[in-house]
Antibody, heavy 126, light 111 residues
Framework: QVQLQESGPGLVKPSGTLSLTCAVSGASITSTNWWSWVRQPPGKGLEWIGE???????NYNPSLKSRVAISVDKSKNQFSLKLTSVTAADTAIYYC???????????????????WGQGTTVTVSS | QSVLTQPPSVSGAPGQRVTISCTGS?????????VHWYQQLPGTAPTVLIYGNNNRPSGVPDRFSGSKSGASASLAITGLQAEDEAEYYC???????????FGSGTQVTVL
């Protein structure tokens, strides 16, 4: 059973850097899947932050691209999120998730974000 | 403002059929990118309900179905049940933004 677990500080000061890690268990981070971050401000909808492949290739939400970096640590089977210059608008529940991709011969199937962490609340406040 | 537009809320009586629309554009759903649907129960992480436009993961009841036509997609719930009260989100890829995008979300209420 694949499980994802977010960890990191729950409180970050304005203008500081938000750093979170997602530990993956039950699956190898070097599989054909992409590993994603999604956030949800209080009382609002989901916002896709970005994703990483085990090779280090990344894709980011253009609205956050100048402030975000996602990295992978294959030795620890985990991936991380850094968001710089945070403001109160970055207060949210942060989820890590697996975007499942299955490659079979000449066919590639996309299964969406099929496994999610429980989420971790990050508050930006002094 | 979300790139994918969903109605803020839909409601129905138990047993009824409700549909949730997800309206995009030529740069996302209209470009034949897959649409996925997620259900988020109060206080929990989202779970995938429909992937690849119309496929249900194992364990998802066949009361849930997805479809896509042109630049729009829909999620239908037949035989509405009390436990279906939740927020529902569509997701697709946008080639102009080079980014995945979520819909604005729809709250389903069972009357």
């Amino acid at each position: 059973q694949v499980q994802l677990q977010e960890s990191g500080p729950g409180l970050v000061k304005p203008s500081g850097t938000l750093s979170l890690t997602c530990a993956v268990s039950g699956a190898s981070i070097t599989s054909t899947n992409w590993w994603s971050w999604v956030r949800q401000p209080p009382g609002k909808g989901l916002e896709w932050i970005g994703e990483i492949y085990h090779s280090g290739s990344t894709n980011y939400n253009p609205s956050l691209k100048s402030r975000v970096a996602i990295s992978v640590d294959k030795s620890k089977n985990q991936f991380s999120l850094k968001l710089t210059s945070v403001t109160a608008a970055d207060t949210a529940i942060y989820y890590c998730a697996r975007y499942r991709v299955v490659v079979d011969a000449a066919r590639v199937d996309y299964y969406g974000l099929d496994v999610w962490g429980q989420g971790t609340t990050v508050t930006v406040s002094s | 403002q979300s790139v994918l537009t969903q109605p803020p809320s839909v409601s129905g009586a138990p047993g009824q059929r409700v549909t949730i629309s997800c309206t995009g554009s030529r740069s996302n759903i209209g470009s034949d990118y897959d649409v996925h649907w997620y259900q988020q129960l109060p206080g929990t992480a989202p779970t995938v309900l429909i992937y690849g436009n119309n496929n249900r993961p194992s364990g998802v009841p066949d009361r849930f179905s997805g479809s896509k036509s042109g630049a729009s997609a829909s999620l239908a719930i037949t035989g509405l049940q009390a436990e279906d009260e939740a927020e529902y989100y569509c997701q697709s890829y946008d080639s102009s933004l080079r980014s995945y995008v979520f819909g604005s979300g729809t709250q389903v209420t069972v009357l």
